[in-house]
Nanobody, 123 residues
Framework: VQLQASGGGLVQAGDSLRLSCAASGRTFSTYVMGWFRQTPGKEREFVAG????????YYSDFVKGRFTISRDNAKFTVYLQMNSLKPEDTAVYYC?????????????????WGQGTQVTVSS
């Protein structure tokens, strides 16, 4: 599967953004999807994950209550709604897909990655 992330930008603290990740191919519903983020000099970190059906969701503690992951299997797209953004959310955000049946927090478990979209939150 090929992934293309979009929706990043420059916003102020407290603003919202919605990231999208469009997948190629009709096998999208067979992939567990995740969002990760990375800042210079740091490891890529798990942000949120969603099961194939969209029923099971996982979040990192630092985004719980602010970010929402969702998917539309008919549109081959996964979303990350980000509310109440903070300067520390500034990063390049990546979507990823895995054929493993459960949501994974380790980036090494993901098979395919989007190109990343920059999110910058000013104070």
């Amino acid at each position: 599967v090929q992934l293309q992330a979009s929706g990043g930008g420059l916003v102020q603290a407290g603003d919202s953004l919605r990231l999208s990740c469009a997948a190629s191919g009709r096998t999208f519903s067979t992939y567990v999807m995740g969002w990760f983020r990375q800042t210079p000099g740091k490891e890529r970190e798990f942000v949120a994950g969603i099961s194939r059906s969209g029923i099971t969701l996982y979040y990192s503690d630092f985004v719980k209550g602010r970010f929402t992951i969702s998917r539309d299997n008919a549109k081959f797209t996964v979303y990350l709604q980000m509310n109440s953004l903070k300067p520390e959310d500034t990063a390049v955000y990546y979507c990823a897909a895995t054929t493993i049946s459960s949501v994974r927090r380790n980036s090494k478990d993901y098979d395919a990655w989007g190109q990343g979209t920059q999110v910058t939150v000013s104070s």
